[in-house]
């Protein structure tokens, strides 16, 4: 389907000039694809997904809008600096979802606050009338898959008929963070977002609290968090099944009595009609995982490098989490503070630009939480399968010195006073 469309040469004015282009795709290649690289977004155009009677830009000269647009616009500072909304997290909901959609972060994006727009397809252009109820469901459903973080971190410009959005533009000085995605799938079926009649986001607005607490050594953000970091340690390694069942489990047990599948907050835990809490919650920890293992698939995509450097450490630092390869240095056997076995192991990266550090994990065997124990029996199994070792205890974990694997070198944030450290995330055994 065509996609007509305005622009305006900057927002400082409001006279339109029409455009159209031969499909979505060839609209991302003409204006997001690459970003204009300028120390003042002001000077840059503007696009506006509508057409108008005369050129000029306000609500009552709309005659039709050809896309879905919501614009991502997070800041430090308005309680939830810790469990901010990622662009990459967005995307994987609309693949998800299979919608046809690009997203683009803005002039304004960082690191520490991401910015973007979400722009998504429609399989018909639709009219001024149908626009708030179309958008509004359109972002209830998306925001069923984002635990409901979406609303409170989009601008509600959306509701704006006439709204322009500043193409895909950086700032020098935030060239290398600026990201533009597009993925293929379908258009958003408007009669079909029609029929939802959805109010969501137009009379109620989120209103930031205090930051969500973290329970146990959940880390700054909490449970989900939590659960996510889960998914990192096993997608090399585990099916989705396999995934979705350990959640599952470490929630119930670990967050008992304050679930995150079963916390009504978010709107994809709460049962359908019919459906029961169990059920509701085992279904929303499925879309959980799936949704988190396409997200980190994308996120680790690269090939890791392989080739081994023989170095000393330059840094002492905690190294951001990355996939490398890493040998096993040394293995110090001693009871925990409760009488438990553990083999605290000493590691070293052997590839890439961390090559030379060294960094240490604690595996628990007899004698400590359940919980522990099922963790470390699952990573000496995957470090016996990748150095071809039977191990059959905690004890044969010695057998693997001097031996190189492939691994997720993680980043464990820090907690109760104590600083930041890197472990074992995984031990690779498939491609990702």
Known sequence: ???????????????????????????????????????????????????FRIPTRND???????????????????????????????????????????????????LQAPRFRIVIAVARPYFPAEHNSICAAMLETLDDFLDGR??????????????????YTTHPDRHSHAISFYNPGKPADVDELKLHQSQYGLSVEYKPGASRPASG????????????????????????????????????TAHAGNE?????????????????????????????AKSHISSLKRKF?????????????????????HDAMIRFRSFNSRPTNNGGESVLLELQVMSG?????????????NGNHEVAIKISNSIIQKISKATQTPMESLKDIIKAEGKTVKARIKLKPGTGGFKPQNEIGDIHLNQI
């Open 260 to 288: 995150y599948f079963r916390d009504m907050v978010y709107p994809r835990n709460r049962p359908d009609p019919g459906e029961s809490p169990d059920a509701a919650a085992w279904r929303s920890c499925k879309t959980f």
């Open 60 to 110: 009552s000269n709309v005659i039709s809008s050809s896309l879905i647009i919501f614009d991502i616009d997070q800041k430090l500072g308005e309680g939830y600096d810790n469990d901010m909304l990622a662009l990459e997290e967005a995307e994987d909901a609309l693949m998800d979802m299979n919608l046809e959609h690009f997203i683009y972060t803005s002039h304004s994006h960082t």
């Open 301 to 321: 995509r690269k090939q890791i490098d392989t080739t081994i450097v023989v170095k000393k450490a330059s840094s002492t630092e905690p190294m951001p989490t």
């Open 353 to 365: 630009e961390h090559a030379g550090r060294h960094f240490w994990h604690r595996l628990y065997g």
């Open 150 to 167: 979406l609303l409170r971190a989009i601008d509600p410009c959306w509701r704006t008929l006439s709204q322009c959005y500043y193409i």
């Open 217 to 252: 050594d959940t880390g700054a953000r909490g449970r989900s968090y939590d659960l996510n970091r889960i998914v990192g340690g096993m997608i090399t390694s585990s099916t989705e099944a396999e995934i979705a069942e350990r959640l599952f489990e470490y929630d119930n």
């Open 1 to 51: 389907m065509s996609i007509k469309y305005a622009t305006q040469k900057t927002a400082e004015t409001n006279r339109v000039t029409s455009g159209e282009v031969d499909s979505f795709l060839a609209l991302y290649q003409q204006y997001f694809e690459r970003p204009v690289v300028l120390a003042e977004k002001t000077d840059a155009r503007t696009f506006v997904p509508a057409t």
